[in-house]
């Protein structure tokens, strides 16, 4: 489940780790007032992983990557359609009045959009995260009702900690 070149593992683990500081950020929208803390520590904890992550990146940058002048067009497209999904679904849902959502559906585009570049990146390891992000986000919605939180808090708690855990996951490849 390795990344086929190092550079693509180190900049995995940034943007992974950049990402879950963003969850975390968000699930503190209306979080429980004794999550506060740990979601801040998620916060740090993901940009220290993004800020490592990203010096690796650069420490390996002529190493090689499974981006190149042809993949790259492809990355860019699977990464165009999740902002444009994921924004659309956002302006339906604030539309309808459903706001509360919002985080539910980004989960689920995020989670789909790493499906496709496990194979770009020869990475199969972001599959697992990609289905995992995508089943936050199917099970976020159900999950916050039940147990009356808001669904920013769920969403944002579980995806931060998956994308975070993914991140320390990828640097460990890169350090080991």
């Known amino acids: 489940m390795t990344a086929e070149f190092v550079r693509d593992a180190a900049g995995t683990t940034a943007v992974l780790g950049f990402f879950a500081a963003g969850w975390f950020g968000w699930a503190q929208d209306e979080p429980p ?24 990146t650069w420490s390996h940058w002529t190493d090689g990557s499974a981006i190149t002048s042809e993949t790259g067009p492809i990355f860019g497209l699977i990464v165009a359609v999740e902002v444009v999904l994921s924004a659309a679904g956002a302006a339906v849902l604030h539309r309808r009045g459903q706001s509360r959502y919002i985080p539910a559906w980004v989960a689920i585009i995020v989670g789909l959009h790493l ?12 599959w697992i995260v990609g289905a995992a992000v995508t089943l936050i986000g199917l099970a976020a919605i159900r999950f916050a009702s039940v147990r009356s939180l808001p669904v920013s808090a769920v969403t944002g708690v579980a995806v931060g900690t998956v994308l975070l855990s993914s991140a320390l996951i990828s640097l460990a490849w890169v350090i080991r």
Request: net charge positive; charged share 5%; aromatic share 14%.
């Open 33 to 56: 007032a004794a999550w506060r803390p740990w979601l801040i520590a998620g916060s740090v904890a993901g940009m220290l992983t993004a800020l490592a992550g990203g010096l690796l």
């Open 115 to 126: 499906l496709p570049l496990a194979p770009l990146f020869q990475y199969p390891f972001l």
